[in-house]
């Protein structure tokens, strides 16, 4: 689309150029599609989790840090799809950072399948979020 003329507006004694900014459709790139995807599926398996350990193991508080960790990656996620910012890219960091740590900040380490969920779809959301942020930096 070709951008539009600039035109001249009245600033004081001086008359300066004021370009119109046209809209335009982002483009996505496969990788950055694929990345989405990634951090959706592990933001989804989180929730899954959570039900499992309620439902096997009776594990209420490593379901209840798995099911709200779950939905707020979710959440941050589709948003941060409808238009990037780099904010909420870091609140999904810390959140998947908090998925890392919650096995020991709430107590429930000594039960393997929680932690290991909580650590590995953890540690994968904290990894998306970064590739996000190293995406946003390149021209």
Not at 63 to 78: D, F
């Amino acid at each position: 689309m070709p951008e539009s003329p600039p035109r001249f507006v009245w600033k004081g004694k001086a008359m300066a150029r004021v370009r119109r900014h046209t809209s335009h459709n982002p483009v996505w790139r496969t990788d950055e599609i694929l990345l989405g995807i990634l951090q959706q599926l592990a933001s989804t398996a989180l929730i899954v989790s959570a039900f499992v350990l309620v439902v096997s193991t009776n594990q209420s508080r490593a379901a209840g840090s798995a099911l709200l960790l779950g939905l707020l990656i979710s959440a941050l996620t589709r948003a941060n799809q409808i238009r990037f910012r780099t904010a909420v890219e870091y609140l999904v960091a810390v959140a998947g950072a908090c998925a890392v740590l919650a096995p020991w900040m709430l107590g429930f380490a000594a039960h393997d399948f929680a932690t290991w969920a909580h650590l590995t779809l953890g540690i994968l959301s904290v990894g998306c979020a970064m590739v996000w942020l190293k995406f946003e930096r390149e021209p």
